[in-house]
């Protein structure tokens, strides 16, 4: 065989191969692709976390894969997700199923997991059938939650998560008993607590309408420890003022208590020989009001008598003294405390009106005005007047 002939072979052998090469390739892609494989195709009907899958995405039901995700086309305010479901699983899928877009780890990406109602469809699921996607309050939680923990997410650096995560697997490990007993006990307390938890609901309403008291309160509170600020300032400057008060009243206090150590008998004697004393006021202590006001109203009395504010000052008394009379007894002083009305005498007979009804009888006969009458006529002129006698000596 010439040089020639030979080389052209081997160019033709390496074109063959580079084909055979090339037709691999593609080959695997197609079955990646599952280009080969028979689907029956399905629309996902879902919102924009659609956008969140990507091709060949697994579709999913109760965790078997039944299907993967074929293309996703954005419509306005939704997105169809075109699912190529297996054959020879659809037929148990019922009709009115619901999709749920999950993450397969909390870094994973998400896949189509299909929700079988609890009441299914008689009529299983076929080709070109919309599902929807699952809007029930657990779903939307679900979905709620994990939009808010991905900041979380990605805010975590992954490596260190995984070493965090490990070190904690390594902590656990051979502690199972111990974690189970733990856990036991905690839903104890949470299954005794739950029935609390209306109560503390009401504590914590009544706490906030004390925290709403206090923040009504709070310019009042500033203010009564600004008063206060100044209250310890003043007691920071009279400190030396009052240690000395509190020296002196130490040595006072100490005083007493030598004297009180000194005279503890005479002290425990004085008391019980001033009972006897002290039960006769107190039987008659409701006599000292009544001497009280007696002393009281007599003060002016005895004022006018000894001539306070006169220009006669002293006392002037006509005392007639009598014989007692025989047989008389005074009356008993051992009938308890008694507080007798004061006796009033009759006015006397010299009264001012009386003198000057005198002056103006008087001022005729005498030939002189009524306040030219001497006041002395009225003690001569007025027992003659009643038809009584008057000596003068």
């Given at each position: 065989?010439?040089?020639?002939?030979?080389r052209?072979v081997?160019?033709?052998?390496?074109?063959?191969?580079?084909?055979?090469?090339?037709?691999?390739?593609w080959?695997?892609?197609?079955?990646?692709?599952?280009?080969?494989?028979?689907?029956?195709?399905?629309?996902?009907?879902?919102?924009r976390?659609?956008t969140?899958?990507?091709?060949n995405?697994d579709?999913?039901?109760r965790?078997?894969?039944?299907?993967?995700?074929?293309?996703?086309?954005?419509?306005?305010?939704?997105?169809?997700?075109?699912?190529?479901?297996?054959?020879?699983?659809?037929?148990?899928?019922?009709?009115?199923?619901?999709?749920?877009?999950?993450?397969?780890?909390?870094?994973?990406?998400?896949?189509?997991?299909l929700?079988?109602?609890p009441e299914?469809?008689p009529?299983?699921?076929?080709?070109?059938?919309?599902?929807?996607?699952?809007?029930?309050?657990?779903?939307?939680e679900v979905?709620?939650?994990l939009?808010?923990?991905?900041?979380?997410?990605?805010?975590?650096?992954?490596?260190?998560?995984?070493?965090?995560?490990?070190?904690?697997?390594?902590?656990?490990?051979?502690?199972?008993?111990?974690?189970?007993?733990?856990?036991?006990?905690?839903?104890?307390?949470l299954?005794?607590?739950?029935?609390?938890?209306?109560?503390?609901?009401t504590?914590?309403?009544?706490?906030?309408?004390?925290?709403?008291?206090?923040?009504?309160?709070?310019p009042?509170?500033?203010?009564?420890?600004?008063?206060?600020?100044?209250?310890?300032?003043?007691?920071?400057?009279?400190?030396?003022?009052?240690?000395?008060?509190?020296?002196?009243?130490?040595?006072?206090?100490?005083?007493?208590?030598?004297?009180?150590?000194?005279?503890?008998?005479t002290?425990?004697?004085?008391?019980?020989?001033?009972?006897?004393?002290l039960?006769?006021?107190?039987?008659?202590?409701?006599?000292?009001?009544?001497?009280?006001?007696?002393?009281?109203?007599?003060?002016?009395?005895?004022?006018?008598?000894?001539?306070?504010?006169?220009?006669e000052?002293?006392?002037?008394?006509?005392?007639?003294?009598?014989?007692p009379?025989?047989?008389?007894?005074?009356?008993?002083?051992?009938?308890?405390?008694?507080?007798?009305?004061?006796?009033?005498?009759?006015?006397?007979?010299d009264?001012?009106?009386?003198?000057?009804?005198?002056?103006?009888?008087?001022?005729?006969?005498?030939?002189?005005?009524?306040?030219?009458i001497p006041?002395?006529?009225?003690?001569?002129?007025?027992?003659?007047?009643?038809g009584?006698?008057?000596?003068?000596?």
């Amino acid at each position: 065989m010439s040089e020639r002939r030979r080389r052209l072979v081997f160019g033709a052998l390496g074109l063959v191969f580079l084909a055979l090469l090339g037709a691999m390739g593609w080959f695997a892609v197609a079955v990646y692709r599952k280009t080969f494989s028979s689907a029956v195709p399905v629309v996902l009907r879902a919102e924009r976390a659609g956008t969140q899958l990507k091709e060949n995405a697994d579709v999913k039901v109760r965790g078997v894969l039944v299907g993967s995700v074929r293309s996703i086309e954005v419509r306005p305010g939704w997105v169809d997700v075109e699912l190529a479901m297996d054959p020879d699983r659809i037929s148990g899928i019922p009709s009115n199923v619901s999709a749920r877009l999950l993450p397969k780890t909390l870094f994973g990406q998400r896949y189509v997991s299909l929700v079988i109602p609890p009441e299914p469809a008689p009529r299983a699921l076929s080709a070109g059938a919309v599902i929807q996607e699952d809007r029930s309050t657990q779903a939307v939680e679900v979905e709620q939650a994990l939009r808010d923990l991905l900041p979380v997410l990605q805010a975590v650096q992954p490596q260190k998560l995984a070493s965090t995560l490990g070190a904690v697997s390594q902590a656990l490990e051979g502690r199972g008993p111990e974690l189970g007993t733990t856990l036991v006990a905690l839903g104890d307390y949470l299954g005794r607590l739950n029935p609390e938890v209306p109560a503390l609901r009401t504590a914590i309403t009544k706490l906030a309408d004390t925290v709403r008291t206090y923040t009504t309160a709070a310019p009042d509170l500033v203010d009564a420890m600004a008063d206060l600020r100044a209250t310890a300032a003043t007691l920071t400057r009279q400190q030396q003022d009052l240690a000395a008060l509190f020296g002196t009243v130490t040595a006072a206090a100490s005083d007493a208590r030598g004297f009180l150590d000194a005279n503890d008998d005479t002290l425990v004697d004085l008391s019980a020989d001033s009972r006897p004393v002290l039960d006769l006021l107190a039987e008659y202590s409701p006599e000292i009001p009544c001497v009280a006001d007696a002393a009281a109203r007599l003060k002016p009395v005895v004022e006018r008598a000894l001539g306070v504010g006169t220009a006669e000052p002293g006392l002037h008394v006509d005392l007639t003294v009598r014989p007692p009379r025989q047989g008389g007894a005074p009356p008993p002083a051992a009938d308890g405390p008694r507080c007798p009305a004061a006796g009033s005498a009759a006015p006397g007979a010299d009264t001012p009106a009386a003198q000057r009804f005198l002056s103006e009888l008087l001022a005729p006969v005498l030939g002189e005005r009524p306040s030219e009458i001497p006041g002395w006529s009225g003690l001569l002129m007025n027992p003659l007047l009643r038809g009584a006698e008057v000596t003068l000596k």
